[in-house]
């Protein structure tokens, strides 16, 4: 969070943070202005920074942030009712493709994990910060993780050998996903 924005400052933070860090850390950078009113549009951002973050120089602008939760539920559902639309094209894209079906499962996974972790906080009142952790809270919640598990097991290397498994698993991850999406458009805000 800085007092201005400009090329000079920009500058200023793209220097410290040079060579291979850069790559390695995504720098938000804002106002404070910037920051209270970006809450109601970036509510998961700012509530997953909240929850790991730390105070590397100067004031602590992040502890004191108040996320409303219908905004929250609002992104939530927005995060995967888009994830939703994006597996179904894919699918009709691409439905004779096994590799690209595999490839957008396995880019889908942390968009539906990321958005699973705000339903999950908001249903249960609990924070989540492990990938287990947040599957095993979509159980809770009452979800299938089955697919999701088992795209885990895609992105370390087990490939699927049978068309059939990969076809089960994509629809069984449409359709955990448009549950969960549902399960977000019902939570009171």
Do not use: H, W
């Not at 291979?20 to 920051?35: G, S």
């Amino acid at each position: 969070v800085l007092k201005e924005v400009n090329t000079a400052t920009l500058e200023k933070v793209g220097d410290a943070l040079g060579g291979k860090r850069q790559q390695q850390i995504q720098a938000t950078v804002l106002t404070l202005a910037d920051l209270n009113t970006s809450m109601d549009v970036f509510p998961i951002k700012f509530l997953d920074m909240q929850q790991d973050y730390e105070v590397l120089a100067g004031e602590d602008v992040v502890k004191s942030l108040e996320i409303g939760r219908a905004n929250l539920r609002l992104r939530c559902e927005q995060e995967i009712k888009n994830l939703m639309l994006r597996l179904r094209q894919s699918y009709i894209n691409n439905s004779s493709k096994p590799k690209v079906l595999s490839g957008t499962m396995t880019q889908c996974y942390f968009a539906f994990l990321s958005g699973l972790d705000v339903l999950a906080e908001l249903s249960t009142g609990k924070v989540y910060r492990q990938d287990n952790e947040i599957l095993d809270a979509g159980e809770e919640i009452g979800l299938n993780m089955a697919p999701v598990r088992r795209i885990r097991e895609l992105r370390n290397g087990k490939i699927f050998e049978d068309p059939t498994e990969q076809k089960t698993v994509f629809e069984e991850f449409m359709a955990t996903v448009r549950q969960a999406a549902s399960m977000a458009d019902k939570l009171e805000s």
